[in-house]
């Protein structure tokens, strides 16, 4: 069973840090690219960023790049979201899903992930 647990949300000031974590099991973790997505209320959900585990390619959406920094953990089956310079619009629920495959340069489309964790909330007071 394919399980992707994440943890480290909280609130934060403008311009602080968060460091969240997706650890996962159940799958092959080479295989698979993982995902950061996050919705806000009243909005869609954005793709933020993406990692390739077999070869550490990444993805960056345009409102988070230079800001936060995707990494993965191998032995421990762990992904990493660092943020940095946090705003209020970095405000959301943060969600980690799984795709078998590789992330892709240029886009993120939740429908390439078929495997979802249940969320944590980030919010960031101005």
């Known amino acids: 069973e394919v399980q992707l647990v994440e943890s480290g949300g909280g609130l934060v000031q403008t311009g602080g840090s968060l460091r969240l974590s997706c650890a996962a099991s159940?799958?092959?973790?080479?295989?698979?690219?993982i995902g950061w997505f996050r919705q806000a209320p009243g909005k869609e959900r954005e793709g933020v960023s993406c990692?390739?585990?077999?070869?550490?390619?990444?993805y960056y959406a345009d409102s988070v790049k230079g800001r936060f920094t995707i990494s993965s953990d191998n032995a421990k089956n762990t992904v990493y979201l660092q943020m940095n310079s946090l705003k209020a619009e970095d405000t959301a629920v943060y969600y980690c899903?799984?795709?078998?495959?590789?992330?892709?340069?240029?886009?993120?489309?939740?429908?390439?992930?078929?495997?979802w964790g249940q969320g944590t909330q980030v919010t960031v007071s101005s």
């Open positions: 159940g799958f092959t973790f080479d295989d698979y690219a």
């Open positions: 899903a799984a795709g078998e495959g590789i992330c892709y340069i240029d886009y993120m489309a939740a429908a390439d992930f078929g495997s």
């Open positions: 990692i390739s585990v077999s070869d550490s390619g990444t």
